[in-house]
């Protein structure tokens, strides 16, 4: 299995744009997690989804950020528009069910200059 | 709401000596309890879990931790360092498996 994967890995972009950050879960989780990781504030839980459904979005930190799951295979996180305090590196994470572990992609490491 | 505390930003120990990551955590319900290590540019991965039944968790590469609700702790042990253990070290509590709170991580140094 080729794990999560995520993609860019690297992303540079300038203040305003729209940033769309890429997650392929592992083939039959049915759970996908965004995570935002900062020096600041660590490891933080953005949104999450169960068979596609977003289950809970207390996280996204405010309406610039928007996060999608058009199908079992692939989600997006999308910041329109981008600001400099939105560099961070992104995770992705999946889980086959309710009561397994996290895997996680390698990361989106993402500068708005 | 549930938080964890991670004693230590940086820890550094001598190859073949006792590593002891520290992890104290809050929560109102039983918890469930992980610690997940992160190599540099990659993404995080399972060292072990708590969930209910023994108090002491044995997972990979050698590492343990012992669940004590009385101390709400749950530290990270490995009897001897490697080299190949430097990496950073997150701690994380939640109800289930799902909305996982992470600490702010420790980075482990070993020196030769």
């Known amino acids: 299995d080729a794990g999560v994967i995520q993609s860019p890995r690297h992303e540079v972009t300038e203040m305003g744009q729209e940033v769309t950050l890429r997650c392929k879960p592992i083939s039959g989780h049915d759970y996908l997690f965004w995570y935002r990781q900062t020096m600041m504030r660590g490891l933080e839980l953005l949104i999450y989804f169960n068979n596609n459904v977003p289950i809970d979005d207390s996280g996204m930190p405010e309406d610039r950020f928007s996060a999608k799951m058009p199908n079992a295979s692939f989600s997006t996180l999308k910041i329109q528009p981008s600001e400099p305090r939105d560099s961070a590196v992104y995770f992705c994470?999946?889980?086959?069910?309710?009561?397994?572990?996290?895997?996680f992609g390698p990361g989106t490491r993402l500068t708005v200059l | 709401a549930q938080s964890v505390t991670q004693l230590g930003s940086h820890v550094s120990v001598s190859e073949g000596a006792l590593v002891l990551l520290r992890c104290n955590y809050s929560?109102?319900?039983?918890?469930?309890l992980f610690w997940y290590v992160q190599y540099p540019n990659q993404g995080l991965q399972l060292l072990l879990k708590y969930t209910t039944g023994a108090t002491l968790v044995k997972g990979i590469n050698g590492f343990e931790a012992e669940f004590k609700k009385s101390e709400t702790s749950f530290h990270l042990t490995k009897p001897s360092a490697h080299m190949s253990d430097a990496a950073e070290y997150f701690c994380a509590v939640s109800e289930g498996f799902q909305k996982l709170v992470f600490g702010t991580g420790t980075r482990l140094l070993v020196s030769p």
């Open positions: 994470a999946s889980s086959p069910d309710y009561d397994n572990e996290q895997f």
């Open positions: 929560s109102s319900v039983p918890p469930y």
